[in-house]
C-alpha cells in the first residue's frame, strides 16, 4: 500500500507519519527531511534555500523523482510531501490542515525560537512554495481535489489524527 501524506509546514505529517509507520511497518519517505538535508548540505536556512529553489526547479524535481523511486521499492510505504498528493500514485492520499496561527506555534516549539519568528519564517516559506510549485507544476496547493482525506489537525492531536487515518487504511484493506 502507499500513502501520501500531505499538508503545510508544521500541519503535522511527520507525527502522523510515524505513527501510521509504527502501527503499520510502512517505511517513510520524507520529502521535508530531504529539503532540509539539501539546505544543511549548503549551509543555507529552510529560507534561503527555498528562495534558491525558487529559481532553480531542479532542486523539487530531483526530490520528487526520487520520492516516486524510492515509493516503488517497498512493499508498504508513506510518501510525506507537500506535493506527494498529486505527484504520487497512491492507494490513500491524505492532505492535514492547520491554520497558519497552530502551525506556527508547533514550529516554535519544535525549533525553540519565538513563535512570532516562527510565524513570519512560515508565511514567507508557504509563499515561496505556492510559488514554485504553481510556476514549476502547474499545481495550486489550494486546490486539494486529488486528495481522498482532509483532516484539521487543529482540532485532534497527533493520537487523534492517527486514529482518523488508521481507520481509513483499516477501510482499505477490507477492500
Given at each position: 500500500m502507499i500513502i501520501t501524506l500531505s499538508g503545510q509546514p508544521g500541519?503535522?505529517?511527520t507525527s502522523v507519519a510515524k505513527e501510521i509507520a509504527e502501527k503499520y511497518g510502512f517505511v517513510i519517505i520524507s520529502a521535508g527531511e530531504q529539503f532540509r538535508k539539501l539546505a544543511a548540505e549548503r549551509g543555507m536556512s529552510l529560507e534561503d534555500f527555498g528562495s534558491?529553489?525558487?529559481?532553480?526547479?531542479?532542486i523539487d524535481l530531483a526530490?520528487?523523482?526520487?520520492?516516486?523511486?524510492?515509493s516503488t521499492k517497498y512493499p508498504n510505504v508513506i510518501v510525506e510531501g507537500r506535493l506527494a498528493g498529486w505527484?504520487?500514485?497512491?492507494?490513500?492520499?491524505?492532505?492535514?490542515?492547520?491554520?497558519?496561527?497552530?502551525?506556527?506555534?508547533?514550529?516554535?516549539k519544535r525549533e525553540e525560537i519565538p513563535v512570532h519568528r516562527a510565524f513570519d519564517e512560515t508565511?514567507?516559506?508557504?509563499?515561496?512554495?505556492?510559488?514554485r510549485?504553481?510556476?514549476?507544476y502547474e499545481i495550486d496547493l489550494n486546490?486539494?481535489?486529488?486528495?481522498?482525506?482532509?483532516?484539521?489537525?487543529?482540532?485532534?492531536?497527533?493520537?487523534?489524527?492517527?486514529?482518523?487515518v488508521f481507520k481509513a487504511v483499516e477501510e482499505l484493506k477490507r477492500q
Open positions: 500541519s503535522g505529517k534558491l529553489a525558487e529559481k532553480d526547479k531542479s526530490i520528487d523523482q526520487r520520492q516516486k523511486e524510492l505527484t504520487i500514485d497512491a492507494d490513500l492520499k491524505i492532505w492535514l490542515k492547520t491554520p497558519l496561527r497552530v502551525r506556527a506555534e508547533r514550529i516554535a508565511e514567507t516559506r508557504q509563499k515561496c512554495e505556492i510559488l510549485y504553481r510556476t514549476f486546490d486539494l481535489s486529488c486528495y481522498d482525506l482532509i483532516i484539521d489537525t487543529s482540532k485532534w492531536d497527533v493520537r487523534g489524527v492517527s486514529n482518523i
